[in-house]
């Protein structure tokens, strides 16, 4: 059973950074998915198993970067320029083993954190 634990969320101002950390029990394709209340969950940023291969929504294009440490199992999301609108709970997510590849669709991913609350104050 693949275990992801997220840490790093928190309260920051309009323009601060945060970022997030995602310690999984292997190496895997990851994404990071967000939601906010009463909105859909929606995908964020993806990396694949080996992290040559990286995409992300147009929201955060340029302010966020997935990364990763493989051997170590952990992804992080490093989350310049915030804004209030990136308010949201936000769950990292693995993909099945056999898949190496991103994706943007969240029926990909089985194995999901519990996730961190981030807040933006404006």
């Known amino acids: 059973q693949v275990q992801l634990v997220e840490s790093g969320g928190g309260l920051v101002q309009a323009g601060g950074s945060l970022r997030l950390s995602c310690a999984a029990s292997?190496?895997?394709?990851m994404g990071w998915f967000r939601q906010a209340p009463g909105k859909e969950r929606e995908f964020v940023a993806a990396?694949?198993?080996?992290?040559?291969?990286?995409v992300y929504s147009d929201s955060v294009k340029g302010r966020f970067t997935i990364s990763r440490e493989n051997g170590k199992g952990t992804v992080y999301l490093q989350m310049n320029s915030l804004k209030p609108e990136d308010t949201a709970v936000y769950y990292c997510?693995?993909?099945?083993?056999?898949?190496?590849?991103?994706?943007?669709?969240?029926?990909?991913?089985?194995?999901w954190g519990q996730g961190t609350q981030v807040t933006v104050s404006s």
């Open positions: 997510a693995a993909r099945f083993g056999m898949f190496r590849g991103t994706s943007y669709s969240k029926d990909d991913y089985p194995y």
């Open positions: 292997g190496d895997y394709a």
């Open positions: 990396i694949s198993r080996g992290g040559a291969n990286t």
